[in-house]
Structure formats: C-alpha cells, structure tokens
C-alpha cells in the first residue's frame, strides 16, 4: 500500500471501528472491523480492545506498520483526555496518547471523535471546499460537534453538553436518547429542533452536517427541521471519524 494510506480507529462509547484508508479517496481499503466498547470505559480494557482491533486490521496486505490515527469520544489536549461523558471517568487529566503507545506499541496520533469526523467531512465529504461556518454534529451515543470556518477545524468545541433547559442537552437529542426513551423520529426531531435552533442562533452557520450511524436515515428526520440553514447528511456517515483520524494521523507524521 501506498504513503497515502494509514489506519484509523474511531473509539466510541458503545463501538470501537477500525480500517485501513486510502486518503486521496477517503475509501476504505479494507473491512470495517467494529468491536464492542468493554463495559465501564476503562482505560486499560480499552487498549487492550484497540491492540486486538489493530492486530486484526493489521492483517490485511500491507498494512502492518502503517501510520495509526485514533479518536476519542472526548476533549483532547496535547494528547491528554480532558473529559469523560461516556466513557470512565478514568480518562480525565490521562496521558491518553501515551497509553495508548505503549500498549500499542507504535506511535499513533490521537484527536477527538468528532474533530476527526470533521476532517474529514471537509478533506473528502460534505464539507469539501464549503466556504465560512460548517458545524457538524454527530449523533450517536453522544453528540459530538467540529466547527469549521473556511475549512480550518478549531478543535474541542464539545456542543453537545450545551445546557437547553437546564439539561445537557446531549442527554435528550444523541440518537442514545431516542432510543432510551423509544422516540418516534417525530418526538426526536423536536428535541432536534431545540438543539439545531440554538446552535443557529449562537453560530449562524452556513451549512450543518448531520453524521453517527443514524444519519443513513436522515430522510426521517432531517425533512422534519425548520432552520435557516441549509442541513444535510454527512456523506461518509459513520465512518468519518475513522477517515479523520487516519488523515491526521498522516497529516501529522509529515
Ligand atoms: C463527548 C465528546 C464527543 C461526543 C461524541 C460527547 O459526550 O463529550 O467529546 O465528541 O460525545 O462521541
């Protein structure tokens, strides 16, 4: 394989989903190989699901050795997990990237999940060559957010956890709620509504893209918003944050 592609590993709080990728395309080159998160979040039992996950990756052609791109469903600072919310709390002020290394025994590059699925919205997706404020917000067992201006990401902006009557407001609108409290896409694309609208008012964005797993059903509930701004699926769905991280892990290494 070529010096244009790498692996990315996209940890969540309830899957953990690697491939190898080739960046000039943002195809995936190989299986999608999707672990479950272990139950508690913890750090070392994390690793050790990230190593089997990589070890399984690693066994397509070519890809042993390859750089390595991880993200990670929290704030990262200079490879440092600053926040836990679905995830053990174990995480917070961790030397993450470093564990990581260690366990991995190869240097990887480590961003935040949804920075990653921003990335790469806009190197190979739906953000492409957009002009001003693109907001993605990814909606999975969390709401994870990147905001993009002119195609430059400013990292950690964590919209998820805004407070909207007087919640945190990812524990009503991430697609985990829907499920939890078995919402019609009616009842849930009103919880949208709230969270869309204040993030319009705050930001005024020109574009929002929706990703996580539930954006392949976009067509039910993304019809049911009334915004200003134009909305719409992100094109690489939930892989995204595996293409990220595996183009900033790229990115990085050059
Ligand atoms: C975390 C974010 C993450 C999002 C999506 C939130 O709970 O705070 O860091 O991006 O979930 O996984």
């Not at 492409?128 to 990401?153: E, F, M, Q």
């Not at 985990?176 to 319009?200: F, H, N, V």
């Not at 094109?235 to 900033?248: E, M, P, Q, S, Y």
Request: hydrophobic share 40%.
């Amino acid at each position: 394989m070529s010096s244009t592609t790498a692996i990315g590993i996209d940890i969540g709080g309830t899957g953990i989903k690697g491939a190898v990728v080739d960046l000039e395309t943002g195809a995936l080159l190989s299986d999608r190989v999707k672990l479950h998160t272990p139950k508690g979040g913890r750090p070392a039992d994390i690793v050790e699901t990230v190593k089997s996950l990589l070890q399984t990756v690693s066994k397509n052609e070519g890809a042993s050795g390859l750089p390595v791109g991880i993200c990670f469903p929290a704030v990262v600072k200079n490879g440092h997990t600053m926040s836990a919310a679905n995830v053990s709390d174990k995480w917070i002020g961790l030397a993450a990237e470093k564990l990581f290394e260690k366990g991995l025994g190869h240097p990887i590059h480590f961003v935040n999940d949804a920075d990653a699925a921003g990335y790469a919205e806009g190197q190979f997706g739906a953000a492409k060559g957009v002009p001003g404020v693109v907001l993605l917000s990814t909606l999975g067992t969390g709401i994870g957010t990147a905001l993009l201006n002119d195609g430059i990401l400013v990292p950690n902006t964590e919209l998820g956890h805004l407070q909207i009557d007087g919640v945190d407001y990812e524990t009503r609108a991430a697609f985990s709620a829907k499920e939890r409290d078995d919402l019609s896409w009616e009842k849930w694309a009103g919880r949208l509504q709230k969270y869309y609208s204040t993030l319009e008012m705050l930001f005024s964005p020109d574009l929002f893209i929706v990703g996580g797993g539930v954006s392949k059903h976009h067509q039910h509930f993304l019809p049911l918003l009334n915004l200003q701004t134009p909305i719409i699926p992100a094109v690489h769905r939930n892989n995204a944050g595996i293409l990220g991280a595996a183009a900033l892990a790229v990115k990085n290494r050059d």
